[in-house]
């Protein structure tokens, strides 16, 4: 691929994942500021990395290659920049708290919708399964998105979230379960 | 009944549901981090004193870190022994390295800037914070085409007045 024709290949490729990418930056944030600061970042990563750029806090390169990466190292590089974000963000509270001027901002995460209304027919269910989505635990969402939505193996999973693959389908198991139960209890 | 039947209704309609798009907002910053390029500025021709002078400070650091090598060698040789560094001779290697590489770039990457609301500054007006990041890089070669890259990322913290009238 040539020099020229990367960005927009790199644009493509966003437009076509940038939805699943940014759903899974909100499991690992706290507000939808943060989800979309964090996917920026990890966005920034993967490019720098992919130019073969080192020292930038990306783990390794994609294919340096100009090619865009795949759906499963764009969720690690997520993670790692949530977990990065979650660090600077504590420091940040911990200043704040210590000064006078202490800044509220509400957690936003719950009023955004996560999902489009396209997709199902009715409404009114698509805002029952949003809705008990947003409840489950974030240890058993996050797995519960990445396979459903990013089309992760449980070996995949497991990879990315540095747990044991058992633990990964018995998250994913628990999360179903609880999704059943909501849905089907819910008037 | 196994586990993939009893969940196959409940995958199939979570299936359905597609994630919402990035805002345009987000999208834009997104791509122009696809649009921005490094700005190279070489080397070979410097026309002004800043241009040299974004070179003698990373020499200096480069020079400053082979000091820290040859310290923490000299470290070594106190607690484990002589054989150790005789045959590393670090003095040596600084030579080396200093005649045969040459620098050839010096540019640096300017990512979008952060808006991270507002704040009340200590006598208690509203400001804008916003928050850059960058990296300035610079690289040297040999005549063996071995590279040595240094990447030095920056950040500055602007606070710009609001206007409360």
């Not at chain 2, 791509?31 to 974004?54: G, L």
């Not at chain 2, 030579?95 to 040459?102: G, K, L, P, V, W």
Request: proline fraction near 5%; aromatic fraction near 8%; hydrophobic fraction near 40%.
């Amino acid at each position: 691929m040539s020099e020229k024709e990367k960005p927009q290949t790199w644009k493509s490729w966003f437009s076509e994942y940038g939805s699943r990418l940014l759903l899974f930056a909100r499991q690992q944030t706290r507000s939808e500021a943060d989800a979309e600061d964090v996917l920026q970042d990890a966005v920034l990563r993967l490019w720098r990395a992919d130019a073969g750029v080192t020292g930038v806090g990306a783990s390794s390169a994609p294919n340096s290659s100009g090619e865009p990466p795949d759906l499963a190292l764009a969720y690690t590089a997520i993670r790692h920049a949530a977990i990065d974000h979650a660090r600077k963000n504590g420091r940040r509270v911990a200043r704040e708290q210590k000064s006078e001027f202490v800044v509220d901002i509400a957690d936003a995460s719950g009023q955004v919708d996560w999902f489009g209304s396209d997709g199902l027919e009715q409404e009114e269910r698509k805002d029952m399964i949003e809705a008990a989505v947003k409840s489950l635990p974030e240890k058993f969402r996050e797995v519960l998105t990445l396979k459903i939505w990013g089309d992760l193996t449980f070996v995949q999973i497991a990879e990315k979230l540095g747990i044991p693959q058992n633990t990964a389908a018995s998250r994913y198991r628990y999360a179903m379960e609880n999704l059943k139960k909501s849905l089907t209890t819910t008037p | 009944m196994n586990d993939e039947n009893e969940f196959d209704e409940l995958e199939a309609e979570l299936r359905q549901l597609k994630p919402t798009a990035p805002s345009a907002e987000l999208e834009g910053k997104i791509f122009s981090i696809f649009d921005s390029e490094e700005k190279i500025v070489p080397i070979a021709t410097p026309q002004h004193q800043e241009t040299i002078m974004h070179w003698i400070r990373p020499i200096a650091a480069a020079a400053a870190v082979l000091a820290l090598f040859l310290g923490v060698a000299l470290l070594l040789r106190g607690s484990l022994g002589g054989d150790v560094v005789e045959k590393t001779e670090p003095k040596k290697a600084i030579t080396e390295i200093d005649a045969s590489f040459h620098p050839v770039k010096a540019g640096n990457l300017i990512m979008p800037p952060t808006d991270e609301g507002v704040i009340y500054d200590e006598n208690n007006e509203p400001q804008r914070s916003v928050r850059y990041k960058y990296h300035d890089r610079y690289q040297w070669i040999d005549e063996n085409g071995n590279r040595i890259e240094l990447s030095v990322p920056q950040e500055r913290r602007l606070l710009v007045p609001i206007e409360t009238d």
